[in-house]
Structure formats: C-alpha cells, structure tokens
C-alpha cells in the first residue's frame, strides 16, 4: 500500500439527512441537498458513501454521478441528461427533428440485446420534448429539464461532483430544474461544491442558492473529521493494528482532523516503515519512549529546489492553504514583482495552484495562490525554524491588524 485514500468516516448527520431527502423524494416531494467542503475534506468521498447506501436501500435503484467533462464547459444538467440516457444516443437524438431519420439511429444506439423497446421508448420521449418549448409561471423548461423531470416519475438520484466549476450559462437551467419540479416528482440532487478562494467573486453556485428559496435547499457545511471518526477510520484502514493513544493524538493533531491531510501523512508513515504489514497483520511502530512518531514527522524535500523558491514557499505557508502574491511580499518584505517570479517557478514546480485573481483594497490586483495539498502546507510550515516562524507569525498578525 504506498498511497491512501482520503478518509471516510462518520458524517452520521449527513447520512441521516440523506436519508430523510431520500425518503421525502419517493413522496414526491423533490430535494435538494448542497454541501460545501474544502479540497479533500471528503465531499467525493461522500457522494459515494450517499450511493452506497442508496443503492442497499432501493431494490432497483436509478443513481447517476455526473463530474465536470474533460474539456469544455460544466453544464451539470446537460451531463446529467447524457449519462441517463447514453451519451451517443443523446448526441444522436439532439441533433434530429424527424422521426425518419431516427429510425436507423436508434438502432445502432442499443445498448444490448433485447433493448428495443426500450429504445423506441427513448426515442419516443425524445421527439416529445423537443417538440416541448413552453413556459409554466415564468420558467422555461427546455427538452434537458423536461427529460429529467419525465425520468423523476419513478425515484431518481442525481450526484452533482465539484459544483463550483458550473459554468455561468449553466445557472438559469439549474434554478428552472429545481423551480419546475413540483409535487409527484421523485428527484433527488445532492451536490458538493468548494467555497469560493477569498476575494473573488461568488460563483455560480453561490448565486443558485441566493436565488432559490431558502426552504428549498438542505445546505450544509463538511467539517472536519472528529477523533472519534478518525480512529474508526484507521480501524478500517489497518484492521487489528494496536494503535497507541500517543499516535492517535499525533495524527490528529498533526492534520487536525482533515481527511486528505491524514491520508498524506498516513502514506508518509507507511513509506518510512512506521506502519507496516508483518506477518499477515498490521503494526504501528509507535514508541514514544523512543521518539518513534517524532522522528517519522513528515517534512517535504526540497533539495531539487531552488533555495529561492523555497524560501518564498515556505513563507507562503505561514499565510496558510490559499494566499495572494501581494501579501506574501508585504510578509517577506520583498519587491512583489520578484515574489511573482518566485511563485511562478513554485507553480511550474507543482509546489502550487494559480486559483485566479482578486481585488485588493487599494484596486490593485493581485493573483491567488493555494497549495497543492494541505500536507505540503503544514509540512513547509512545520521546517521554518523557530524564530523565523515567530518572526513571521509576529508580521502576519501586524499587516493583518492594518
């Protein structure tokens, strides 16, 4: 095992509230549920946790999970269509007006033996909702929304990955799918998306849920794991393995319960041979008399770096997972325009992300910076030395107070 997954574990009232949208979208009364989460806190984790259960729950269950494509524009409601109804016999439907000239495509689009009426079917509701362009109190449902809300007769469950990245003609679609579907509509969407990086402009996703009513939307906010949900995890993870409390309060401390963070630094301790498969079964070499989780703690190797560029990384990481050019040199006491050199050669190194640009208070714009994981973060921090770090830490909190 040389990498591990980002955990999963507890989220109860998550799963709880699943389950009640779930059972209200049978009654015909459609649902919606949005969880916003940072990166690696676990929201894909969960959508997948939401199928599981789903699918134990409902003998026949008819779950779709729709991710942004490759390339191009996220249109969740378009992808949404294209995965329930097949990708080439949609492309193929949309793009035809006369009954004729689908009678040799759905042939071809089958998806096996013994599929023909079903494929009639298709096509049928097809050539339906494209001859459909109507408007029901002001909301024009267009042949994509009407095909889900058809398919929504009998229960349907769409998983709506990484949210934030809808695309801004996306919206007004996304908002009429939920305002259109009324009573005697079994659809359940349960969306994840990240929070907007600090200073930029609302995403679409956030303007959605300004838009919509309130008592239309169940929002919740991923946090954390608890040291509770961490234990059970790595019960999972290394079954049977005697974990000492003093690990677990490393680990813990060390991520502060975020799961990629502990999957990061769990792969660390896994390579350094602190954790280890022996004998048909699990050991944490753990001593603390010995120091064995001090001299395990995981710091990042930048010996192919430039000693530059790491001395400019590593300040980034007292300002924490996201930060901005023109603060990092304001922290360094450095030109920023030789600060942004140093960042872009960070970026092409993969030490960082560009998340964009904001505004800054005085008009100037400056670009957006977040780590490639939070454990690179946390790893760059802890190697500051001590009275760099305090010296640091000290600026942080004067250009803050400004």
Known sequence: MSALLPAFSGRWDELYL?????????RGQPQLILIEGEPGIGKTALLG??????????????????????????????????????????????????????????IG???????????????????????????????????????????????????LDDLHLMDEAALPRF???????????????????RPAPRGSHDPPIRRLIQALPA??????K??????????????????????????????????GGHPATIAATLTQLLERSVIRFVGGHWEIQADPEHHAIAEAESTVDLGGIDDVIAEVVRGGSVLGDE??????????????LYIEDQLALAVHQRLLQVLGEIDL?????????????PYLRASLYRSLPGEQRAELEQRRSATSAI
């Open 215 to 220: 008592e239309s939307i169940h929002l919740r």
């Open 18 to 26: 699943f389950s009640q949208c779930r059972d209200e979208a049978r």
């Open 361 to 373: 208070p005085d008009g100037d714009i400056s670009t957006l910076y977040r780590f490639t994981t």
């Open 49 to 106: 946790a939401f199928a599981a259960a789903y699918s134990q729950h409902e003998r026949r269950p008819r779950t779709y999970t729709v991710r942004p494509p490759e390339a191009g524009r996220y249109d969740p409601i378009h992808e949404a269509v294209a995965a329930m109804t097949g990708k080439r016999f949609y492309e193929k439907v949309g793009g035809r007006s006369e009954a004729k000239d689908l009678a040799f495509e759905w």
């Open 109 to 159: 689009a089958l998806p096996g033996p013994g599929d023909l009426l079903a494929a009639i079917g298709a096509t049928a509701d097809a050539l339906r909702r494209r001859q459909l362009r109507k408007t029901t109190q002001g909301i024009v449902i267009d042949e994509d929304i009407e095909a889900l809300l058809v398919a929504a007769r009998r229960p349907l469950v769409l998983f």
């Open 175 to 193: 908002e009429a799918l939920i305002r259109a579907a009324g009573r005697r509509t079994r659809l359940l969407l349960v969306g994840v998306f």
């Open 323 to 336: 930060f901005d050019g023109a603060s990092l040199a304001r922290l360094l006491e450095r030109d920023e």
């Open 222 to 255: 991923l946090r954390a794991l608890t040291p509770k949900e961490m234990a059970l995890w790595l019960d999972k993870q290394f079954p049977r393995a005697v974990k000492p409390a003093s690990f677990l309060d490393w680990i813990y401390e060390s991520s």
